[in-house]
């Protein structure tokens, strides 16, 4: 790992000051959103930011729209011209992404150097995926069929290096399990104190997502293992209900794939106060990108990205109040939560085990749900965290708002085999 990245600082400081988001579901399955198109479901995202940002569509100069897998899952490879239409953007000048599971975070800094560069002041960004289903490609793209492993998993081979490097990793359980067994071993954990540690952060997280009217799994767990004949639900997370997938990580820690949409507005700070009075300002991004034959990439990455983003603000660990981790690997909540410094090295085990990482505990972590609770719609999901930090950020979060106003906020997204980026947020009022 090379350490000699230095973050500039940007022409001009920029804020968020309007976000948007559709629930996250099932477009297979659920009868209500059946049949909705990609067009549209960024479409609801885009005008409900334009809304909450006070502005109309002509006001929009630009936008961009991230996809993690647009060919496969929507049968195109430029879906930002067949959704202009569905938000008033027809002629607006648009850029297509594809970052993987951190197209969402990138979506972000995209729109922030837009703005930072001084060619727009006014930016909407977001990110769309459908990933329960896919074209069957007999019929209009509006009617799917399933996404199935045996699609998905064949098609995740094209983003490594299929010349020396190995198959995610090696599989998707070597993959998965990598950075968990790292830290076992590093802190002499047993395999039932990391199935502990997992299953009570999978517990807690499913608590703020029964909070969150948007979220895919809302079920508590006391409810299901009541449900399911257990009167212990500890009992139950332990049981063939909450099956192991690989050696570490059971079905509760695994990310629930969904459809879903989510959308920011950015200006320059200086005129924010123009449109909200609740600004958020993107203080800055973080950037690493390490390819799946590195061992243990993810923590090296998140360290890296993280190093970046502390230089560039002046802040520390200590700064923060609240973090959004992208965990599709259940256990890189609180691994990555640790690397960043926001638990202390070693410890971040016991502050999940304890319930600490809830909403309403002291060291709050994915306030939504996280991808194994409030669902993971791939490119959507780290945009759908924006959306989260900026309510919380204002206070609008309900039930689940975390007892301590956050005036620092970290996001660390992962994906695509695999970019990092690590962005810090501040409330300006």
């Known amino acids: 790992m090379v350490h000699n990245v230095k973050v500039g600082k940007n022409m001009r400081s920029v804020s968020i000051v309007g976000v948007g988001a559709t629930p996250f579901f099932n477009g297979i399955t659920n009868p209500q959103y059946k049949g909705l198109?990609?067009?549209?479901?960024?479409?609801?995202?885009?005008?409900?930011?334009?809304?909450?940002?006070h502005v109309e569509p002509r006001d929009v100069q630009y936008f961009f729209h991230g996809s993690a897998n647009p060919h496969v899952l929507?049968?195109?490879?430029?879906?930002?011209?067949?959704?202009?239409?569905?938000?008033?953007?027809?002629?607006k000048g648009s850029i297509s992404h594809s970052e993987g599971c951190c197209t969402g975070y990138i979506a972000l800094e995209e729109a922030v150097f837009a703005v930072a560069s001084g060619a727009y002041d006014v930016v909407l960004t977001g990110c769309s995926e459908q990933g329960t289903g896919m074209p069957d490609g007999n019929t209009p793209d509006h009617m799917r069929t399933a996404l199935t492993t045996e699609v998905l998993f064949p098609d995740l081979d094209s983003i490594f290096d299929r010349?020396?490097?190995?198959?995610?990793?090696?599989?998707?359980?070597?993959?998965?399990?990598?950075?968990i067994n790292y830290y076992a071993k590093e802190n002499n954990l047993t395999a039932d104190q990391i199935d502990d540690v997992l299953n009570h952060q999978a517990y807690h997280f499913r608590r703020a997502a029964e909070l969150c009217p948007r979220a895919i799994r809302r079920t508590p767990y006391d409810k299901l293992a009541k449900?399911?004949?257990?009167?212990?639900?500890?009992?139950?997370?332990?049981?063939?209900?909450?099956p192991k997938m690989t050696q570490y990580l059971r079905t509760s820690s695994d990310s629930c794939v969904a459809d879903g949409a989510a959308c920011c507005i950015v200006v320059p700070t200086e005129i924010a106060y123009q449109f909200t009075d609740k600004p958020i300002e993107?203080?800055?991004?973080?950037?690493s990108v390490l390819d799946a034959i590195v061992p243990h990439l993810e923590k090296k990455a998140t360290a890296e990205a993280a190093r970046q983003a502390y230089e560039a603000t002046g802040l520390t660990p200590d700064d923060i109040d609240l973090v959004f981790v992208?965990?599709?690997?259940?256990?890189?909540?609180f691994l990555a939560a640790e690397e960043i410094g926001y638990l202390p090295k070693g410890e971040g085990w016991k502050y999940a085990l304890d319930g600490r990482l809830a909403y309403d505990g002291d060291k709050p972590v994915n306030t939504n749900g996280?991808?194994?609770?409030?669902?993971?719609?791939?490119?959507?999901?780290?945009?759908?965290?924006?959306?989260?930090?900026?309510?919380?950020?204002?206070?609008?979060?309900?039930?689940r708002q975390v007892k301590k106003m956050p005036k620092h906020v970290f996001l660390r997204g992962f994906g695509g085999a695999q970019n990092v980026r690590a962005t810090i947020l501040r409330a300006n009022f």
Not at 163 to 179: E, F, K, S, T, V
Not at 227 to 232: C, F, I, L, R
């Open 227 to 242: 449900d399911a004949g257990y009167d212990d639900v500890w009992e139950y997370m332990k049981s063939p209900h909450n």
């Open 37 to 53: 198109t990609n067009g549209e479901l960024f479409g609801y995202a885009a005008l409900d930011a334009m809304k909450d940002a």
């Open 326 to 333: 992208n965990d599709f690997i259940g256990s890189s909540a």
């Open 74 to 91: 929507n049968g195109c490879i430029t879906p930002n011209l067949q959704v202009a239409d569905w938000f008033g953007m027809r002629g």
């Open 163 to 179: 010349a020396y490097g190995r198959y995610l990793g090696g599989g998707p359980g070597m993959n998965h399990d990598d950075w």
């Open 370 to 399: 996280g991808r194994t609770s409030y669902g993971h719609a791939f490119a959507a999901s780290g945009m759908a965290d924006v959306f989260e930090a900026v309510t919380q950020m204002r206070g609008e979060a309900g039930e």
């Open 282 to 287: 993107v203080l800055a991004t973080g950037a």
